[in-house]
Every structure is written in C-alpha cells, then in structure tokens.
C-alpha cells in the first residue's frame, strides 16, 4: 500500500497492529510526540513491525524467528 501522509500510517498501525492514535500525536500532559513522530519514522516503524513482528490468532506481537 502506498501512503501519503501521516494519518494513513496511523490508521494502519491502529487496525492492523493495535497501537492508539494518541501515541502518534500530541496530548496535553507530552508536546513533543508530534515532533518524533515525522511521517518517515513513523513509516518506518509500520515497515519494521511488519518485516520483524508476527501477529498471532490473538492479536499477541511476537519476533520473528528469522
């Protein structure tokens, strides 16, 4: 899939890996989430748990055994 900003990679790794919004964003109480999180690192982090992670039956993340 080929995405074009932040919000898609967001959605992605809420639906198909569990993660919340918040974490990708800003909240009151930590301002600098939305600075870490560039569209690239975040990209990135998707392609990472995709190439590195297995997801099983029960949503549980485990490293591949590769």
């Given at each position: 899939?080929?995405?074009?900003?932040k919000?898609?990679?967001?959605?992605?790794?809420?639906?198909?890996?569990?993660?919340?919004?918040?974490?990708?964003?800003?909240?009151?109480?930590n301002?600098?989430?939305?600075?870490f999180?560039?569209?690239?690192?975040?990209?990135?982090?998707?392609?990472?748990?995709?190439?590195?992670?297995?997801?099983?039956?029960?949503?549980?993340m485990?490293?591949?055994?590769?």
């Amino acid at each position: 899939m080929r995405f074009e900003n932040k919000g898609q990679v967001v959605n992605e790794l809420v639906s198909k890996w569990g993660m919340t919004k918040s974490s990708f964003y800003n909240s009151p109480s930590n301002k600098q989430r939305e600075k870490f999180w560039t569209f690239n690192r975040t990209l990135q982090y998707l392609y990472k748990l995709e190439r590195d992670y297995i997801k099983t039956e029960h949503g549980i993340m485990h490293k591949s055994l590769k």
